[in-house]
T-cell receptor, first 113, second 116 residues
Framework: KNQVEQSPQSLIILEGKNCTLQ??????????LRWYKQDTGRGPVSLTIMTFSENTKSNGRYTATLDADTKQSSLHITASQLSDSASYIC????????????FGTGTRLKVLA | GAGVSQSPRYKVAKRGQDVALRCDPI?????LFWYQQALGQGPEFLTYFQNEAQLDKSGLPSDRFFAERPEGSVSTLKIQRTQQEDSAVYLC??????????????FGPGTRLLVL
């Protein structure tokens, strides 16, 4: 069983609409959670980083939330644009001292005109 | 801009051939990571360097995989006697600080390896 699970696997929305992507994790102990955007054929690009004490973090139209009690995070995209079409990957790292980041399999988002 | 670069971008190898993948991290970045990303999957950790020291190689799938960073900057991931299951995108990432803190990882574009 993956330690970081994302849903949905894929999502299609119309330009201008909002959407929310989910991430559930079982990694313990927990240090921080990151959301990345990965365009096709490119490396992932960091969107947000949250520690266990943070509940929300925004980066432009991207807002990430974290509930460390339920081990859930979400990424909300507001007023989607065609350029938002990409895979969004949730990444969790355990307590400091480990260098292993555990990646989810991603949600593939397609924004249509 | 001076981001993380990787070369080659694409590599086709015959089964059994040795390959070498290069990563040029952002200048001054202490931490360097290698990941393997299969099609439709998230990246999986292979190995981690802090300067020239390889502190964690627990993700390397077999002894055919070898990574080095002799001068603490450029890193090379070598795969000996490639197998078809080695086909994947190999991503390199670097970060400024030490360890797994809140520092941002910067990824290269990856090397797409296809083993025939």
């Amino acid at each position: 069983k993956n330690q970081v699970e994302q849903s949905p696997q894929s999502l299609i929305i119309l330009e201008g609409k909002n959407c929310t992507l989910q991430c559930n994790y079982t990694v313990s102990p927990f240090s921080n959670l990151r959301w990345y955007k990965q365009d096709t054929g490119r490396g992932p690009v960091s969107l947000t980083i949250m520690t266990f004490s943070e509940n929300t973090k925004s980066n432009g139209r991207y807002t990430a939330t974290l509930d460390a009690d339920t081990k859930q995070s979400s990424l909300h995209i507001t007023a989607s644009q065609l350029s938002d079409s990409a895979s969004y990957i949730c990444v969790v790292s355990a307590a400091s001292g480990t260098y292993k980041y555990i990646f989810g399999t991603g949600t593939r988002l397609k924004v249509l005109a | 801009g001076a981001g993380v670069s990787q070369s080659p971008r694409y590599k086709v190898a015959k089964r059994g051939q040795d390959v070498a993948l290069r990563c040029d991290p952002i200048s001054g970045h202490v931490s360097l990571f290698w990941y393997q990303q299969a099609l439709g999957q998230g990246p999986e950790f292979l190995t981690y360097f802090q300067n020239e020291a390889q502190l964690d190689k627990s993700g390397l799938p077999s002894d055919r995989f070898f990574a080095e960073r002799p001068e603490g900057s450029v890193s090379t991931l070598k795969i000996q006697r490639t197998q078809q299951e080695d086909s994947a995108v190999y991503l390199c990432a670097s970060s400024l600080a030490l360890g797994a803190g809140q520092e941002t990882q910067y990824f290269g574009p990856g090397t797409r390896l296809l083993v025939l």
